[in-house]
């Protein structure tokens, strides 16, 4: 009888553990699955933020450049180059 006992303690024991190896398992596999999503939104971060950079170096190097001076000049202070007429289309 006290054998009898003991073999339904030890089930009992073995399979409380089981359960909690379980829930040990799926409460890591959503940490892991969170981390992986973190690290994606951080990548596209990174991968923004070295878009970015690219294009500050661009506009560093090419500063003095003809062109970009004169593009600077047309869309952002409005400069033309005398008789020449801007039309806008103030339709739709």
């Given at each position: 009888m006290k054998l009898k006992r003991s073999g339904i303690l030890v089930r009992v024991v073995i399979?409380?553990?089981?359960?909690?190896?379980?829930?040990?398992?799926v409460s890591v596999r959503?940490?892991?699955e969170e981390a992986r999503l973190a690290q994606e939104d951080?990548?596209?971060?990174?991968?923004?933020?070295?878009?970015?950079?690219?294009?500050?170096?661009?506009?560093?190097t090419h500063a003095e450049d003809d062109e970009t001076i004169?593009?600077?000049?047309?869309?952002?202070?409005?400069?033309?180059y005398p008789g020449e007429k801007i039309f806008y289309d103030v339709g739709g």
């Amino acid at each position: 009888m006290k054998l009898k006992r003991s073999g339904i303690l030890v089930r009992v024991v073995i399979l409380a553990l089981v359960v909690y190896a379980c829930i040990g398992i799926v409460s890591v596999r959503t940490q892991v699955e969170e981390a992986r999503l973190a690290q994606e939104d951080l990548q596209a971060a990174v991968n923004a933020a070295a878009a970015k950079n690219a294009e500050l170096e661009y506009q560093i190097t090419h500063a003095e450049d003809d062109e970009t001076i004169e593009d600077i000049a047309r869309s952002k202070l409005g400069l033309v180059y005398p008789g020449e007429k801007i039309f806008y289309d103030v339709g739709g």
